[in-house]
């Protein structure tokens, strides 16, 4: 089955304790994004990536990392996380970069930070 | 910079048609998708604009109009499930191949 999938679904942490919350698609897209969903403000994108080895940042990409160093992964790397970063953040893939290509998103990952 | 409003919330009775409507601020994108999130889920694609016009996917139809700086989604013989949050959102021109989100529109069907 086509899918992205990101794990953990939920995670509880402290500040300033690093974490990588991981991402993996099986369709062979080369298109591959982080974002953050607040209540009111809608998605945001952390992270974007075209393929392997090129990464860049979206709207919101302070605290965050991002590596690419596969095709089917992109991680999302917290170097000291800080509560303003408790958010559901969200993975997605596309097939290329056409104006339609839908992005396909996983199931999310709601992380907090106390 | 770029923007794009929704209404907050819509409630609308089963078996009726609401019209979800997107108002946008770009300088200049390539067209105009439209997500569907349940409680607890991911986002889902539902259909894309690329020109100005009507865009009909079953039960769906999506509309845009360029010079109005506005689109929507209808929903006709609205069911339960319909029930989720809706959002619009616009490919930028830059090298970004960034999608940027409307703040969503909250959909409730009641019975």
């Known amino acids: 089955e086509a899918q992205v999938t990101q794990n953990p679904r939920y995670l509880i942490t402290v500040t300033g304790k690093k974490l990588t919350v991981t991402c993996s698609q099986n369709m062979n897209h080369e298109y591959m994004s982080w974002y953050r969903q607040d209540p009111g403000l809608g998605l945001r994108q952390i992270y974007y990536?075209?393929?392997?080895?090129?990464?860049d940042k979206g709207d919101v990409p302070e605290g965050y990392k991002v590596s690419r160093k596969e095709k089917r992964n992109f991680p999302l790397i917290l170097e000291s996380p800080s509560p303003n970063q408790t958010s559901l953040y969200f993975c997605?893939?596309?097939?290329?970069?056409?104006?339609?290509?839908?992005?396909?998103f996983g199931n999310g990952t709601r992380l907090t930070v106390t | 910079g770029q923007s794009l409003e929704q209404p907050s919330e819509v409630t609308a009775v089963e078996g009726a048609i609401v019209q979800i409507n997107c108002t946008y601020q770009?300088?200049?994108?390539?067209?105009l998708s439209w997500y569907q999130q349940h409680d607890g889920g991911a986002p889902t694609f539902l259909s894309y604009?690329?020109?100005?016009g009507l865009e009909e996917t079953g039960r769906f139809s999506s509309f845009l109009s360029r010079s109005d700086s506005y689109g929507y989604l209808l929903l006709q013989e609205l069911q339960m499930k319909d029930s989720a949050s809706y959002f619009c959102a616009v490919r930028t021109m830059d090298s970004s191949y960034k999608l940027i989100f409307g703040s969503g529109t909250r959909l409730l069907v009641r019975p």
């Open positions: 990536s075209m393929n392997v080895e090129v990464t």
């Open positions: 770009t300088s200049g994108f390539y067209g």
């Open positions: 604009n690329a020109l100005d």
């Open positions: 997605a893939s596309s097939s290329g970069q056409a104006p339609n290509s839908p992005l396909h």
